[in-house]
């Protein structure tokens, strides 16, 4: 076979391509911010405005939600600089895409506040120059106090302390969201807590060791009315469903996706259909397994029989013989007879 390999050179310089010009904003807290590239001149478009208002109810709702439930370990309301806290609603909330994540080394020779607007800087990628970060000692600060809370717990086996900043871009008329989520391990880096980040000894050489995860923030389309629909998206059968398939591929879970009369392929036979001694159908799903095994009736004491014919990880081909009065649903078993999974639907034999 011919080598098909194609060599890939650096773009050609082309004078055309100029990269726009960014402005950004955070919100007081520093845990939004706002970046465009049209200036505060010339406003961004309603509907847009609306996707990064879900943004803010979103954040408001999950702030809420952490400082007001208590934290089973220490008996207090969970911080919104805890780790574990903000890890479990990216996670079940089914609104995060991970997207990339880092391990960071950083060492930094500044103090006070220059110091926490340098990692911030840092952390987020972000060269603000000359511009005042106000949040940023506040923020670093409830970070530091959150770790010393962990790590002076001697009953958490988390140790982690990180913090979560929205992103909302409006780029050539596009919105974009996505989220960063930095932490570090509070035991690892106790000693640099303690000293804080307002010491102000010029001397003191601080070093870091920490994680970044950069998240897509989906935003349903269906989502109208903000927070009331946001709930609705783990009560959507369709959505979780979706998820369920997903699952399964990533597991290589075994399931039946329909039986079907092999001469009739897109009839899926509804649930309680008689089987025909005599004709073939085809047991329909994903993951069924390479080697041959068997199907059987569900039902305690069944007396039908189903005889396998070609085996595939996809298809199984079968007939029946016997009695099966009461409908039952089918069993895959594999080679050494352990239940793989089972029809939906119940049968029984004509």
Not at 88 to 105: A, Q
Not at 213 to 241: C, H, K, W
Not at 251 to 262: A, I
Not at 294 to 323: P, R
Request: with cysteine; aromatic share 10%; proline share 3%.
């Amino acid at each position: 076979m011919a080598d098909k390999t194609v060599q890939l050179n650096s773009s050609a310089k082309n004078p055309n391509n100029v990269e726009a010009k960014k402005y950004y904003i955070f919100n007081e807290t520093g845990n939004i911010m706002m970046a465009s590239t049209v200036d505060s001149g010339n406003p961004i478009t309603k509907e847009v405005q609306d996707v990064f208002a879900e943004v803010s109810v979103f954040f408001a709702g999950m702030s809420r939600a952490i400082t007001t439930t208590i934290n089973p370990d220490t008996g207090k309301p969970y911080s919104l600089y805890n780790y574990t806290a903000l890890e479990r609603i990216i996670s079940g909330s089914g609104l995060f895409v991970h997207v990339t994540e880092t391990d960071l080394s950083y060492e930094s020779h500044q103090w006070g506040a220059n110091f926490s607007k340098e990692l911030l800087e840092a952390l987020l990628g972000l060269a603000t120059g000359a511009g005042a970060l106000s949040f940023a000692t506040a923020m670093i600060s409830s970070i530091g106090q959150e770790g010393l809370n962990i790590s002076g717990s001697s009953s958490r086996s988390d140790s982690k302390v990180g913090n979560i900043v929205f992103v909302c871009e409006y780029l050539l008329g596009m919105p974009s969201i996505s989220a960063i989520v930095v932490y570090a391990d509070a035991n690892t880096h106790k000693q640099q807590l303690d000293i804080g980040p307002c010491f102000k000894e010029s001397s003191v050489t601080t070093n870091w060791e920490m994680h970044k995860d950069t998240y897509l923030f989906v935003t349903p389309t269906f989502i109208r009315q903000y927070a009331g629909d946001l709930d609705s998206i783990n009560m959507n059968p369709e959505y979780m469903e979706l998820i369920s398939w997903f699952s399964g591929l990533l597991l290589q879970t075994p399931s039946v996706k329909s039986v079907v009369d092999s001469t009739k392929p897109n009839e899926n036979l509804p649930s309680g259909s008689a089987l025909a001694k005599g004709t073939t159908y085809s047991l329909l799903g994903q993951f069924l397994g390479s080697e041959k095994g068997s199907l059987k009736f569900s039902e305690s004491g069944s007396k039908g029989k189903i005889n396998v014919g070609s085996w595939g990880t996809n298809e199984v081909q079968f007939t029946v013989e016997g009695t099966q009065a009461t409908a039952s649903s089918i069993q895959v078993l594999d080679k050494s007879g352990k239940v793989l999974t089972n029809t939906s639907q119940t049968f029984t034999i004509a």
